[in-house]
Structure formats: structure tokens, C-alpha cells
T-cell receptor, first 115, second 115 residues
Framework: QKEVEQDPGPLSVPEGAIVSLNCTYSNSAFQYFMWYRQYSRKGPELLMYTYSSGNKEDGRFTAQVDKSSKYISLFIRDSQPSDSATYLCAMSSSITNFGNEKLTFGTGTRLTIIP | EAQVTQNPRYLITVTGKKLTVTCSQNMNHEYMSWYRQDPGLGLRQIYYSMNVEVTDKGDVPEGYKVSRKEKRNFPLILESPSPNQTSLYFC???FGQGLSNEKLFFGSGTQLSVL
């Protein structure tokens, strides 16, 4: 079983819809949760970063963490064609990378926003 | 412009022919890392470096070498490439003081095909 599971999609939604992207994880030590966006033929770029449980909002994007369920979500409101990309969740047990406390990534969900 | 630069973007080679993928960052980051991205497996860490002359293995180091002689450069070396090393490779860097998981900056990727 993978430490982080993410539905690969693809997911297609009409412009303006609310998008929900999700990851589940098995390692209860994870405390830091990130969402990366990866456009085609580009490297991933950090979109959202949260610590422990709760919600974080940044413009049209909301990241949600439920540690009790080991479940994280990214919501995109008023989705735009420019949001079409692959979204990767990532998580870590520590903010530092001393030892082996590295980021563990999900496989990514490919999202297409249809104009 | 702050960036991580990888070269080449595309590389086709044959089994056993040594190759080097270069990575350079202009942000004075202490932490640098190499990942490979494969369908269904996501991003997996190959090697990372906390600083000059300090490197360590990630999840999938077999068949790869790295060096960190200068802060800005972190080349990935495949001494004897094999077809199972066909993949999309990303170099990444982040701020120092071990805060490697705060924000990773990725290069644009190197698509390697080993025939």
C-alpha cells in the first residue's frame, strides 16, 4: 500500500465549476501538507501549504486537512481554463529534511477545465 | 529571474553510455534534490544534498550518482544507463537551514529515453 493515494483522474469539469481534489494517506506522522500544480512540460510549483489540521484559503483555492481521517482536499472555486494542470499532493512529517524526513508525493490528478 | 535550470530538456541515449544531466540554481539555496517522475508512481526522490559536499540517498538511488562541489550546481550522473531509467527527471532546490520542505523550486524537467 502506498503511503499517499491520489486518484489520477483525468477529471474534466466545465469552466466556473467547483473542483475538489483529494488525497488519502496512511502515515499518521505527516504534519505538513502541500499541493503542487504542474503544467504540461513544466516542473511542479507550490500552490498551497498547510500545517496540521484545518483549512487555508488563498484566493480561489482552499486547502483542507482532516488528520483524523488522514484525508486532504484542495478546492478550486470559479475554475478557469488556466487551472488545467496536474495537481500533486505532497506531505511530510517534518519541516526540515535532516535525516530521512522528506516529502512524499501523490501520483497527481490531471484536471481539465472546459471553456 | 529566480530559477532552477536543467539541461538537456530531452535526451535519447543507448544502454551503457554514460550521461550527465546538469542542474543549476541562482537562488543561493543550500538544499537541492533530484526526482524522477513515472506514470502511476509519482515523484520519487533519487538523491538530495543539504549543502556543498553533503549528499545522501533518497528512495531510488540505484544506478545514479550525484556530486555537489559548488552550491549552485547539482549534476545527476548515470554511469551505465539502462532502459528502466527512462523517465522524466526533475531537479529541485529550497531555502537553507534544513527548511527543505517549506517550498521546493523545480526545474522544467529532463525527459530521458534509454534504448
Amino acid at each position: 500500500q502506498k503511503e499517499v493515494e491520489q486518484d489520477p483522474g483525468p477529471l474534466s469539469v466545465p469552466e466556473g465549476a467547483i473542483v475538489s481534489l483529494n488525497c488519502t494517506y496512511s502515515n499518521s506522522a505527516f504534519q505538513y501538507f502541500m499541493w503542487y500544480r504542474q503544467y504540461s512540460r513544466k516542473g511542479p510549483e507550490l500552490l498551497m501549504y498547510t500545517y496540521s489540521s484545518g483549512n487555508k484559503e488563498d484566493g480561489r483555492f482552499t486547502a483542507q486537512v482532516d488528520k483524523s481521517s488522514k484525508y486532504i482536499s484542495l478546492f478550486i472555486r470559479d475554475s478557469q481554463p488556466s487551472d488545467s494542470a496536474t495537481y500533486l499532493c505532497a506531505m511530510s512529517s517534518s519541516i526540515t529534511n535532516f535525516g530521512n524526513e522528506k516529502l512524499t508525493f501523490g501520483t497527481g490528478t490531471r484536471l481539465t477545465i472546459i471553456p | 529571474e529566480a530559477q532552477v535550470t536543467q539541461n538537456p530538456r530531452y535526451l535519447i541515449t543507448v544502454t551503457g553510455k554514460k550521461l550527465t544531466v546538469t542542474c543549476s540554481q541562482n537562488m543561493n539555496h543550500e538544499y537541492m534534490s533530484w526526482y524522477r517522475q513515472d506514470p502511476g508512481l509519482g515523484l520519487r526522490q533519487i538523491y538530495y544534498s543539504m549543502n556543498v559536499e553533503v549528499t545522501d540517498k533518497g528512495d531510488v538511488p540505484e544506478g545514479y550518482k550525484v556530486s555537489r562541489k559548488e552550491k549552485r550546481n547539482f549534476p545527476l550522473i548515470l554511469e551505465s544507463p539502462s532502459p528502466n531509467q527512462t523517465s522524466l527527471y526533475f531537479c529541485a532546490s529550497s531555502f537553507g537551514q534544513g527548511l527543505s520542505n517549506e517550498k521546493l523550486f523545480f526545474g522544467s524537467g529532463t525527459q530521458l529515453s534509454v534504448l
